[in-house]
């Protein structure tokens, strides 16, 4: 045999995860955020890179020898950094911002700590148990009746998105459905939504097998400030059971994406209670606010309701992804999600005694997410996470005024929780073409300063700039810092 090549890596000195390396690494890293997070204000706000920025600076072919990690890092400052749209970043106020905090951090490291595989309870016993308590702690912060909770006939899983928990319960309501029809009326199964709720709603129905065909968008307008009108689901889901098809879900949303609208959920019960139609809440944004009492009305008649999702990275300072999903009746996912292969079996699984959270989600293995909320909770306490929403709902409000006091401008969808929706007023002496260039170039003239980042929307045919407040470093000194830039970009517009 040849000789070995003196530059052959020696496997015998190969250790992934030496403790002491770790803890010199992990602190040169947390060095490495706490400084980006210091100076994240310096950088543009929404990257100013060209598509393809990055393959043109990385080399083609991964590293066959090791690199040290201050390389590494000096390229992320140089090469990550300039493509970040910083969505951390004080000045971001497009979308709705995904909140983070240090317990959440914190919380995530013990996460990857554990490297934790909690498809079923003895996977990891601590995993499925620690989950269900905080699902019920946040559903009492809720005041959530208790048929929602493991305390009570209940139960609740965090899912990694809104889209998800939208799938798992439109496949539990579908399967329900099709065991009294049959699998032969498949094709008659019609689904129901605002068409102000998100576009993953279309998808999941195509997911589940919804003929394209049978999903209802029922049309809202200004005048109802965009939510679901009842007498308009009553009559579309009339006219379906007049045509032979079957009524079987309806989406109800708590905070639209593009104005935050808020559908009754009383009404809208009484209609899918009659029809037998399985009734979700979406409520992934705004949910997260009805922790606080003045808000908390929003979800009045939610005890009549088949299921309830909000999304905490969202607002209760959870880094993505965390959706928190409950249902009334976990059986019915649980029939239809039920994997039970002979790898998996044990004892305490086949006692029906614990709970095993795969045969709640779409895929077996997840992540011990729940230590970020725990760790929420315990570190700040409700009173501290009520005044931080509280807070962004108070700068979005004090934006309501600044647009409100200039009279250039319009608040076009009257604010409810922390967005703005807002635009340069039309001028009767111009048509809405032009009216909607000027707002198009206004967005785009502030966004292209790097200074701050906004987003717009159109419902109802008008074109409308988005104003999110609650990105976790904002303060007062940003939104007035935004509001100056908007008028500045309004004065060179106007001009």
Same mark, same amino acid.
């Given at each position: 045999?040849?000789?070995?090549?003196?530059?052959?890596?020696?496997?015998?000195?190969?250790?992934?995860?030496?403790?002491?390396?770790?803890?010199?690494?992990?602190?040169?890293?947390?060095?490495?955020?706490?400084?980006?997070?210091?100076?994240?204000?310096?950088?543009?706000?929404?990257?100013?890179?060209?598509?393809?920025?990055?393959?043109?600076?990385?080399?083609?072919?991964?590293?066959?020898?090791?690199?040290?990690?201050?390389?590494?890092?000096?390229?992320?400052?140089?090469?990550?950094?300039?493509?970040?749209?910083?969505?951390?970043?004080?000045?971001?106020?497009?979308?709705?911002?995904?909140?983070?905090?240090?317990?959440?951090?914190?919380?995530?490291?013990?996460?990857?700590?554990?490297?934790?595989?909690?498809?079923?309870?003895?996977?990891?016993?601590?995993?499925?148990?620690?989950?269900?308590?905080?699902?019920?702690?946040?559903?009492?912060?809720?005041?959530?009746?208790?048929?929602?909770?493991?305390?009570?006939?209940?139960?609740?899983?965090?899912?990694?998105?809104?889209?998800?928990?939208?799938?798992?319960?439109?496949?539990?309501?579908?399967?329900?459905?099709?065991?009294?029809?049959?699998?032969?009326?498949?094709?008659?199964?019609?689904?129901?939504?605002?068409?102000?709720?998100?576009?993953?709603?279309?998808?999941?129905?195509?997911?589940?097998?919804?003929?394209?065909?049978?999903?209802?968008?029922?049309?809202?307008?200004?005048?109802?400030?965009?939510?679901?009108?009842?007498?308009?689901?009553?009559?579309?889901?009339?006219?379906?059971?007049?045509?032979?098809?079957?009524?079987?879900?309806?989406?109800?949303? &708590?905070?639209?994406?593009?104005?935050?609208?808020?559908?009754?959920?009383?009404?809208?019960?009484?209609?899918?209670?009659?029809?037998?139609?399985?009734?979700?809440?979406?409520?992934?944004?705004?949910?997260?606010?009805?922790?606080?009492?003045?808000?908390?009305?929003?979800?009045?008649?939610?005890?009549?309701?088949?299921?309830?999702?909000?999304?905490?990275?969202?607002?209760?300072?959870?880094?993505?992804?965390?959706?928190?999903?409950?249902?009334?009746?976990?059986?019915?996912?649980?029939?239809?999600?039920?994997?039970?292969?002979?790898?998996?079996?044990?004892?305490?699984?086949?006692?029906?005694?614990? &709970?095993?959270?795969?045969?709640?989600?779409?895929?077996?293995?997840?992540?011990?997410?729940?230590?970020?909320?725990?760790?929420?909770?315990?570190?700040?306490?409700?009173?501290?996470?009520?005044?931080?929403?509280?807070?962004? &709902?108070?700068?979005?409000?004090?934006?309501?005024?600044?647009?409100?006091?200039?009279?250039?401008?319009?608040?076009?969808?009257?604010?409810?929780?922390?967005?703005?929706?807002?635009?340069?007023?039309?001028?009767?002496?111009?048509?809405?073409?032009?009216?909607?260039?000027?707002?198009?170039?206004?967005?785009?003239?502030?966004?292209?300063?790097?200074? &701050?980042?906004?987003?717009?929307?159109?419902?109802?045919?008008?074109?409308?700039?988005?104003?999110?407040?609650?990105?976790?470093?904002?303060?007062?000194?940003?939104?007035?810092?935004?509001?100056?830039?908007?008028?500045?970009?309004?004065?060179?517009?106007?001009?």
């Amino acid at each position: 045999m040849g000789r070995l090549d003196s530059n052959f890596p020696d496997p015998c000195h190969f250790n992934p995860l030496d403790p002491e390396e770790f803890r010199k690494q992990a602190h040169e890293m947390v060095d490495f955020i706490a400084d980006y997070y210091q100076k994240i204000e310096t950088y543009p706000v929404l990257s100013q890179v060209k598509p393809g920025y990055l393959r043109t600076d990385l080399p083609e072919n991964a590293p066959y020898l090791p690199e040290p990690l201050e390389t590494i890092l000096k390229d992320v400052q140089n090469q990550i950094i300039p493509g970040m749209t910083h969505w951390l970043s004080p000045n971001f106020f497009a979308f709705f911002p995904s909140t983070v905090s240090t317990a959440a951090f914190l919380g995530e490291m013990l996460c990857t700590c554990f490297n934790s595989v909690g498809f079923n309870w003895l996977a990891s016993p601590a995993s499925t148990e620690l989950e269900m308590i905080v699902m019920d702690w946040l559903a009492n912060m809720l005041k959530l009746p208790k048929s929602f909770m493991f305390q009570g006939t209940g139960g609740g899983i965090i899912q990694n998105t809104t889209s998800e928990a939208i799938l798992v319960t439109l496949i539990a309501a579908r399967d329900q459905a099709l065991d009294v029809l049959g699998f032969d009326n498949m094709r008659k199964l019609v689904v129901y939504a605002s068409d102000q709720t998100h576009s993953t709603f279309a998808k999941a129905c195509k997911l589940a097998g919804i003929s394209p065909r049978n999903i209802r968008s029922i049309p809202t307008t200004l005048d109802t400030a965009f939510s679901l009108s009842a007498l308009h689901l009553r009559k579309a889901v009339e006219d379906d059971v007049a045509a032979g098809l079957f009524p079987l879900y309806l989406c109800v949303n &708590v905070g639209t994406t593009s104005t935050t609208a808020v559908d009754s959920i009383g009404p809208l019960a009484d209609v899918a209670n009659e029809h037998g139609i399985w009734l979700h809440v979406d409520a992934a944004y705004a949910g997260s606010a009805c922790i606080c009492p003045e808000f908390r009305h929003h979800l009045d008649g939610i005890e009549r309701v088949d299921s309830l999702s909000l999304s905490p990275h969202k607002w209760l300072l959870s880094f993505l992804d965390c959706c928190c999903l409950w249902v009334q009746k976990p059986s019915l996912v649980v029939k239809t999600l039920s994997t039970n292969p002979e790898y998996l079996r044990n004892e305490q699984s086949e006692s029906e005694s614990v &709970v095993d959270f795969k045969d709640w989600q779409v895929g077996t293995g997840r992540r011990f997410k729940s230590l970020r909320l725990w760790l929420i909770f315990r570190s700040y306490g409700i009173v501290n996470i009520q005044n931080h929403i509280r807070s962004d &709902v108070r700068m979005a409000k004090m934006f309501e005024g600044f647009v409100s006091s200039d009279p250039r401008f319009e608040i076009v969808v009257p604010r409810e929780f922390g967005l703005v929706c807002f635009r340069l007023k039309p001028d009767e002496n111009i048509g809405s073409d032009y009216t909607e260039m000027l707002n198009r170039k206004l967005l785009e003239w502030v966004n292209s300063t790097g200074r &701050v980042y906004m987003t717009h929307t159109i419902v109802g045919g008008i074109y409308i700039l988005r104003f999110a407040v609650g990105a976790t470093l904002t303060e007062d000194r940003h939104v007035v810092a935004a509001w100056n830039l908007i008028k500045e970009g309004a004065d060179a517009l106007l001009f």
